[in-house]
Structures are given as structure tokens and as C-alpha cells.
């Protein structure tokens, strides 16, 4: 069951912990089954983000959750509410004993940095002298072996601190091999030079080969592990940028209008009915409502897309956006932690916590992966002594505890560990500065398995707002007076079609009337563009009617015009019915009792449209059309964005649409389904992935698996390319960081690697998978623009 579903039961809730002290998978599998065996409870850990998303439920106590992470031997606080514009979350400290404190690597590269710095320092002279005859000189063993003691002591004091730790709790993990292998190759050198003080007396090669010390060995790996440590740091912190980007997106100050005065206030102490004052380059503190002001508000940085949004009045805006032009006031609607910022992080922070299916392979084998790499350690040491015979010699003895030692340090359960959660971690985060949402890990495995995508038609492939297509005129009035008078009088109507009548008459004025126009007279109403209309009146679905100019104007359906006592003649009813045919919807225009023509409007289809269903079709997809307009228009839509006619669906209810998915899901079809609306909220939840627009409603975004926070189709098929992407890597990481121990743990017990090679092949391994990982950082910087 998925911590979504528990948290929707009741009495369950959802709690977000820091644990600090994993360095591998396997810590990551302990803790897993350390806070399963709590009853009810369901934990989901990410190894680079150092965090857990816990499920708890009723009588299980914040200290119960703590206190068992503690007792597997890692520190873990509670995470509380994150607060607007804040990245870093305030925390609730719950007291641990002190030996479970601290990370591994101390904290960060920035404090494993003097180690690395001391351990690379100390080493250089220890190889030198160990592997090179022209720098040794008499008695170097001793001096070498001094040299190495702060190196595998206090620079890897981290491993083996917390590999002591686990040992209590009768724990292994990686640092546990690099521990005993560091520890054995020191002990082993320094107990064969108190055997023989003498061994190191003379100068070169042969006489350190008889001793065989190991040295150099302790300190290289060493040295390079920490240096493995640090990188790998280094590249967690770039995979995570994108998301404390994204919290740091919010506006920190808001300027409130109160009693006529202007107060300068911090962010996270807005409410719900504050009025912000948004001046313009300032950026919008809060989701609200414009109450006053007219501008452009750039969403880039949310929505992904590049061109400015005009508001006025009764738009919606979202916090984070910036302001580009006039003043405005805007009312606070969503603050804190309801904005559509916060929410943004807070399902990225989530869906970067969750596990793909694929990695839980990954999973169950690092749980068993250290103790087996021992057994193998032990078991390749005797194999190479009973190889030896019964007369074992000292050059024997060095081969059986080298090949041994090599295991230990080439085994490394980390590349494993961070091989979905660095690559998830990425993914995600890109897709939020791209506007693209993924819900969780599954959605990754979804996006591959998809072969049908649902495109609804209003809103998704279609602005789902009217505009004027053509006009044609009847009588004694050209198409430009037609468009005007019909303009003058619709403007003063609050429908969606007198909308678009009104902007496309007010268009023609701006633009300079045609030659053929007659001269009407225009009033000073409207901004001076329209004529002015006396004596409005319209009726519900119906029409509207009013004075222009002396003129007796009407616009509407054909009922309209029989119920003010007009008709049509059968060849204006046949150029109605050939513009409806066509996809259109019309509207009578008459003029002093006499019909002047007809308006007709079509939904316009997005820029980029035909485009980006190309693209979803050369992603394997096949695209099918839905709407619940008639056949006409479905048809008219299909054709121009290059949908098959058999694959449109036209008047189709909201039912209809849930019935739609299901008849292609019967098919054998795997369908995804991309929707804006609330009659499309069933729809997405039945498919079997689920892709919101965020122009739409908060009902179709919650029933989605992916949102595009954007209004442009390009970027479903951006958010499909980027999940394939971020599966993809994820599945090379996890192919080669089993391909690494798959090789190298038979290799090195065959004694043919040498351990200081396997201690740089190691820390390599986890690097190369971090920097295939943020190799995602990059996608659609030049290929895949949004917008």
C-alpha cells in the first residue's frame, strides 16, 4: 500500500524525518526495516537527501519513530512545517545518545575536506617511498609506518566510527569493509615489521616485497575514499539545486495595503484577505486575486513558459511570478504552505523520498550484500592458503591477504544506493525549473509503458477561448460594419462569445477601418473604439439587443431573431448551417429589423499543437482526440493538429471520457490521459497515467500522476521525454553499479587487482553514477524548450 493511501485512512499521518549517518544502500534497507517493524507504519528513505517520508499511524509517537531509527544507529529529527521562502526546514530535535550523532562524513565535504587534505598530505610520502627503490633509505619501514598511523586512524576515522557503531547494533555496512580492510593492511605491515625490526633496513624493492608491507595500501585507499566522499558530496548538492531553487522562488517581503496605508511585512505572516500591494519587477508574494491594476505577469519561472499573461481585474496570479507592468492589488487567496509554490515542493520533495519499482532489486540486495562480501573476504583468504599446500610460505600468505583485502575494498553497496535516488533526485528537480511535476517514482515506470495518449480538446490542444473565424454580410452593410455593430452591442454583455465579438470589432477599429466601409458614426464609449449602446437588454442563452447610433441592433441564435418577430431566408439558413457544419459556432447579426449577417467563432488551437502531438507520435504515442463538442468541430480540431479521424471521440460526457479510457484500456491499450478541467478529473484517475495542465483546475491536478505547470502541450510531451530520460539513467546506473561488483569482487579475489587500484575504482564508482545523474541537469536547455 503507497503512503498516499495510508495517509487517506483514517487516524494516519505523514511525517517527514533528517537521518543522519547512512552511507550506503544498506543503511538505507535498515532503516527501511527498522521502522516496518513498528505496526503500521511504512517508511520510504532516500540515501542522498538523507530523509525519510514516514507513514504513522494513531498511537504512535514522533519519540517511537526517533528513538528506532536510533536504536539502527542513526541520528533522525523530525522535520516540521517548512515556512514561505524558507529552504531549509525547521526541525524538532529529539535527544539520541551522542554515539549516534553525526554523519558519517562528518557533515559534508566541508568537513571531511581537512581530512582528505591531511590524508592526501601524509600519503604522497608513503607511497613514494614504498613503491619507489630511489627514495628509500635505511630502516623506511619505520618511518612509513609512522607516516600511514595518522592516516588510517584519524583521516578514516569516519569509517570506522561508524562501522563500530553498526557492529553494536550488530549491523554491517559499507564502511564496515572499508574499516577492516584499512585496519587489516596496517595491522598486517606493522605486525611483519615487529617480527623482523631489520626487514627495512637496506634499500629496495626485493627487501619490501620479502617484508611485505602494506602501508601505502591503508593510506591510498584511504585517501581515496575520502576523496570519493567529498566529490560525491559535492555532486549530491548540484543534484539537489533545483529544488531549493525552486523554495527560494517565493518573494520574501509583500508590501499590504491597510486603512488607506502600505505596510512592509515579511512573506510567511500574510493571511488569507490581506491586500499586497505588487509594484511592477516585484514579484507576487501570494496566490491571489487582481482587484485592481492592470498588467503582465511573467510565469517563467513556475509554468516554464516565457511569454507574459495579462491581467486585469479578476485574474488569478500565483506567488512567485513577477509582476512586469502596472501596479496591482492583489488579494491574498492561498498563503504559507497552501500556495501552489509550496505545493509545488512539496510534491517534488516527495516524489524525490519515493522508490521506482526497479530499485527495490537494488534494495534487497545491498541488505544481504555486506555480509556475503565478508563471507566471500574470509572465504577467498583460505581458498588461496589451501591453494598454497601444506608448506605455506610468506609470499603465500601475502597473496591469500591481498586478494582478500581487495575484496573488501572493491565491494561497495554505495554506487547501489544512490543509483535511483541521486538520478530521481535530479530528474525531479529539473522538471520542476521546467515547469514539469512528477508525483512519484511509479509515474517513471508508467511514462515507459504508455502506447495511447488522451488529449482532451478545450483547454489542452485548444485555448477553449472563441474567436472570431469569419464574417459574412447579407445586406447593404459590409462584413466590417457587420463585425462593429455586432462588437458595439456584445460589449456590453458578460458572455464568453460576446467576448470574443467585442475583441475581434475592437481589433478592426484599432487596425484602421476597411475602404469599404460605410460611414456609421462611432460614440465615445468603450476606450473611444466601439460605438456606444443605449437601452441593453439580453436573455440567458439567448441574444442580446441595444441602440447603436440610432441603429436597432440584435446578435444571438435563431430563436433570438424569431422571438423579436424576424426571419431568415433559405439561403442565409444554408450559410448558417455550412458554417456550423465546418466546426463553427454563429451568430445572427440584425440591423434595424432586417438581417446584416452572420459572425462566426471557433475555439482556437494552441500555438504549437500540431507540433507537439508530432512529437508525442514520434515518442510511440498514439494520440486520440476527446471532447464533448460535436462531430463537426472534433473533426475540424483533428485535421488541423494532424489527429486520425478514427482516433476522435466527439460528444463524449465526463462519463463518457472515463468509458473512453476504459474501452481502450480493454483493448490492450495502456493509455495516458491529458485534461485541464474537472470533467476531466475521473478521466485522469482512470488512465493509467494521468497528466494535469496547470492552467486547469485543482480537481484535475490532484488526479494526475504528472502536471505541466504551464498552458502548452509541448510540454506533455516535454514532462513524457524528461520521466523516459530520468528512467533511463536510473536503469544505466543501476546496470553498471551492478556490473562494477559483478567484475570486480571475482577479479580481486582471483588477486589480480591491487587494493590501492580497488580503493580508486571504488570511490570512482559512486562519482561516475552522481555524474551520470546530473547529466539531466542539462535537458531541454536546447532541445526541448518549453513554450
Request: proline residues 4%; hydrophobic residues 50%.
Amino acid at each position: 500500500m503507497s503512503n498516499e493511501q495510508l495517509l487517506n485512512q483514517p487516524g494516519s499521518r505523514v511525517i517527514e524525518l533528517d537521518i543522519q549517518g547512512m552511507t550506503c544502500a544498506s543503511c538505507v534497507s535498515r532503516v527501511e526495516r527498522k521502522l516496518g517493524k513498528l505496526d503500521g507504519v511504512e517508511a520510504s528513505v532516500n540515501l542522498p537527501l538523507e530523509s525519510a517520508h514516514v507513514t504513522v499511524p494513531d498511537g504512535i509517537t514522533d519519540e517511537q519513530i526517533t528513538a528506532q531509527v536510533a536504536s539502527a544507529g542513526y541520528k533522525a529529527s523530525i522535520r516540521r512545517a517548512r515556512r514561505s521562502g524558507s529552504v531549509e526546514p525547521e526541525r524538532d530535535e529529539v535527544s539520541v545518545p551522542t554515539e549516534h550523532a553525526g554523519h558519517v562524513t562528518g557533515g559534508g565535504a566541508e568537513v571531511l575536506k581537512p581530512r582528505l587534505i591531511v590524508a592526501a598530505i601524509l600519503t604522497v610520502p608513503v607511497f613514494v617511498i614504498s613503491m619507489f627503490p630511489a627514495f628509500q633509505f635505511a630502516n623506511w619501514g619505520w618511518v612509513v609506518g609512522v607516516l600511514a598511523l595518522p592516516v588510517v586512524s584519524w583521516a578514516a576515522w569516519p569509517f570506522h566510527r561508524a562501522a563500530a557503531i553498526n557492529a553494536r547494533h550488530f549491523a554491517s555496512t559499507m564502511d564496515t569493509l572499508v574499516s577492516i580492510g584499512v585496519i587489516a593492511a596496517y595491522v598486517f605491515s606493522a605486525w611483519q615489521l615487529l617480527m623482523d625490526p631489520r626487514m627495512t633496513e637496506h634499500v629496495g624493492m626485493a627487501e619490501m616485497e620479502a617484508g611485505g608491507l602494506y602501508f601505502e595500501v591503508a593510506s591510498v585507499v584511504t585517501t581515496f575514499l575520502l576523496l570519493g566522499r567529498c566529490l560525491e558530496a559535492n555532486a549530491k548538492q548540484k543534484a539537489g539545486d533545483a529544488l531549493r531553487a525552486l523554495m527560494n522562488l517565493g518573494a520574501k517581503d509583500a508590501t499590504v495595503l491597510e486603512g488607506g496605508a502600505e505596510y512592509r511585512i515579511p512573506a510567511d505572516q500574510l493571511v488569507v484577505g490581506d491586500v499586497v500591494v505588487v509594484r511592477p519587477g516585484e514579484k507576487i508574494a501570494t496566490d491571489g486575486e487582481v482587484i485592481d491594476g492592470v498588467s503582465a505577469v511573467d510565469a517563467s519561472l513556475v509554468t516554464g513558459e516565457s511569454v507574459p499573461v495579462e491581467v486585469a481585474p479578476g485574474s488569478l496570479v500565483t506567488g512567485a511570478t513577477i509582476n512586469t507592468s502596472g501596479r496591482l492589488l492583489v488579494r491574498a487567496t492561498r498563503v504559507g504552505s497552501e500556495t501552489t509554490l509550496a505545493q509545488m515542493g512539496r510534491l517534488v520533495s516527495q516524489a524525490q523520498t519515493g522508490k521506482a519499482p526497479i530499485a527495490r532489486l537494488a534494495d534487497r540486495i545491498s541488505s544481504v550484500f555486506v555480509p556475503v562480501v565478508l563471507i566471500i573476504a574470509a572465504v577467498t583468504f583460505g581458498l588461496w592458503l589451501l591453494a598454497a599446500g601444506p608448506q605455506i610460505s610468506d609470499h603465500e600468505v601475502r597473496a591469500a591477504f591481498t586478494a582478500a583485502v581487495a575484496v573488501l575494498v572493491i565491494a561497495c553497496p554505495c554506487a547501489l544506493g544512490l543509483a535511483t535516488p541521486v538520478g530521481l533526485l535530479t530528474g525531479t528537480g529539473r522538471g520542476a525549473q521546467l515547469g514539469i511535476l512528477i508525483r512519484g517514482p511509479q509515474v517513471l515506470e508508467d511514462t515507459r509503458t504508455v502506447d495511447t495518449i488522451l488529449l482532451d480538446k478545450t483547454g489542452t490542444v485548444t485555448t477553449g477561448q472563441l474567436a472570431v473565424d469569419s464574417v459574412q454580410a447579407f445586406g447593404a452593410l459590409s462584413e466590417a460594419d457587420v463585425l462593429l455593430m455586432a462588437g458595439a452591442v456584445e460589449a456590453a454583455s458578460e458572455h464568453p462569445i460576446a467576448h470574443a465579438i467585442a475583441a475581434a470589432a475592437r481589433s478592426t477599429v484599432g487596425a484602421g477601418r476597411p475602404a469599404d466601409s460605410t460611414s456609421l458614426p462611432t460614440g465615445n464609449d468603450d476606450a473611444g473604439r466601439l460605438p456606444a449602446v443605449e437601452h441593453f437588454a439580453s436573455a440567458p442563452g439567448g441574444g442580446v439587443l441595444g441602440t447603436v447610433d440610432g441603429h436597432k441592433v440584435l446578435a444571438g441564435r435563431t430563436g433570438w431573431l424569431q422571438e423579436n418577430g424576424m426571419s431568415v431566408s433559405s439561403a442565409q439558413g444554408n450559410a448558417l448551417r455550412t458554417a456550423e457544419e465546418s466546426g463553427a459556432t454563429v451568430i445572427w447579426v440584425a440591423v434595424d429589423g432586417e438581417v446584416a449577417g452572420i459572425v462566426a467563432l471557433r475555439d482556437t488551437i494552441k500555438p504549437g499543437s500540431a507540433v507537439a502531438i508530432e512529437r508525442l507520435r514520434n515518442l510511440g504515442l498514439r494520440p486520440v482526440l476527446l471532447t464533448g463538442d460535436n462531430t463537426a468541430v472534433a473533426a475540424q480540431v483533428a485535421a488541423a493538429v494532424g489527429i486520425h479521424p478514427d482516433d476522435v471521440y466527439a460528444g463524449v460526457t465526463p462519463e463518457g471520457k472515463v468509458e473512453a479510457v476504459r474501452q481502450l484500456q480493454a483493448a490492450g491499450a495502456t493509455v495516458a490521459m491529458a485534461g485541464d478541467g474537472v470533467n476531466d478529473a475521473a478521466a485522469l484517475a482512470q488512465a493509467d497515467l494521468g497528466i494535469a495542465m496547470g492552467s486547469g483546475t485543482d480537481v484535475a491536478i490532484e488526479a494526475a500522476d504528472l502536471t505541466v505547470m504551464g498552458n502548452d502541450l509541448g510540454q506533455v510531451a516535454q514532462a513524457i521525454e524528461l520521466s523516459r530520460r530520468t528512467l533511463s539513467t536510473i536503469k544505466t546506473n543501476l546496470f553498471w553499479a551492478f556490473f562494477y561488483n559483478a567484475v570486480g569482487i571475482p577479479v580481486a579475489a582471483l588477486g589480480l587487482l591491487n587494493p590501492m587500484i580497488a580503493g580508486a575504482a571504488m570511490a570512482a564508482s559512486s562519482v561516475l553514477v552522481v555524474a551520470n545523474s546530473l547529466r539531466l541537469r542539462r535537458f531541454g536547455a536546447a532541445d526541448s524548450q518549453p513554450g
